[in-house]
T-cell receptor
Framework: GENVEQHPSTLSVQEGDSAVIKCTYS??????FPWYKQELGKGPQLIIDIRSNVGEKKDQRIAVTLNKTAKHFSLHITETQPEDSAVYFCAASVGNEKLTFGTGTRLTIIP | GAVVSQHPSWVICKSGTSVKIECRSLDFQATTMFWYRQFPKQSLMLMAT?????????EQGVEKDKFLINHASLTLSTLTVTSAHPEDSSFYICSTNSGRDEQYFGPGTRLTVT
């Protein structure tokens, strides 16, 4: 089955700087890669996703890149703000089948 | 994105009792719902996939007789934790898609078994 690895497990960034979280996956059949933000005591919130026919996608301060050959994808957050502090999870799936999640990254924005 | 609700948001029960958690898709018909469990500071672990009108598919290691899932309508799926024990204490989260790739999650239910 699919295995998704995520690094780093914790990340502290000065407010205004950029944050990068990286994930690798094992199943070459995976073609859908979402990123979720989870705040304490809440369910995960979909913040951006990318499909295997695209190499990069951007939504305001958030961007995701995908390298299918190397089987890795990354989340980039620019101009970080205190409200970006949360746990971020990457995931992978084959179409609308079950998601396999990474282990999570706790991002802390230092004011 | 889709709106998913869960009820209750938190519940405390005594060991040996059963607890039912509801997951509702509020703005579209959810043919498939997923149930996850999340322990503190850990990732989400898929427990089962629930399809409307059919039996749920459980992940390896998840006891289907302990975690009963019913998906009787296109907007409601329920998870019943039977004979709950302290080790079942966790954060239970459901999600749904509309047949597309995107999964939208509910707010979660915190279960504490004393």
């Amino acid at each position: 089955g699919e295995n998704v690895e995520q690094h780093p497990s914790t990340l502290s960034v000065q407010e205004g700087d950029s944050a990068v979280i990286k994930c690798t996956y094992s199943d070459s059949a995976s073609n859908y890669f979402p990123w979720y933000k989870q705040e304490l005591g809440k369910g995960p919130q979909l913040i951006i996703d990318i499909r295997s026919n695209v190499g990069e996608k951007k939504d305001q301060r958030i961007a995701v890149t995908l390298n299918k050959t190397a089987k890795h994808f990354s989340l980039h957050i620019t101009e970080t703000q205190p409200e970006d502090s949360a746990v971020y999870f990457c995931a992978a799936s084959v179409g609308n089948e079950k998601l396999t999640f990474g282990t999570g990254t706790r991002l802390t924005i230092i004011p | 994105g889709a709106v998913v609700s869960q009820h209750p948001s938190w519940v405390i029960c005594k060991s040996g009792t059963s607890v039912k958690i509801e997951c509702r898709s509020l703005d579209f018909q959810a043919t498939t719902m997923f149930w996850y469990r999340q322990f503190p500071k850990q990732s989400l672990m898929l427990m089962a996939t629930s399809n409307e009108g059919s039996k749920a598919t459980y992940e390896q290691g998840v006891e289907k007789d302990k975690f009963l899932i019913n998906h009787a309508s296109l907007t409601l799926s329920t998870l019943t934790v039977t004979s709950a024990h302290p080790e079942d204490s966790s954060f239970y989260i459901c999600s749904t898609n509309s047949g597309r790739d995107e999964q939208y999650f509910g707010p979660g239910t915190r279960l504490t078994v004393t």
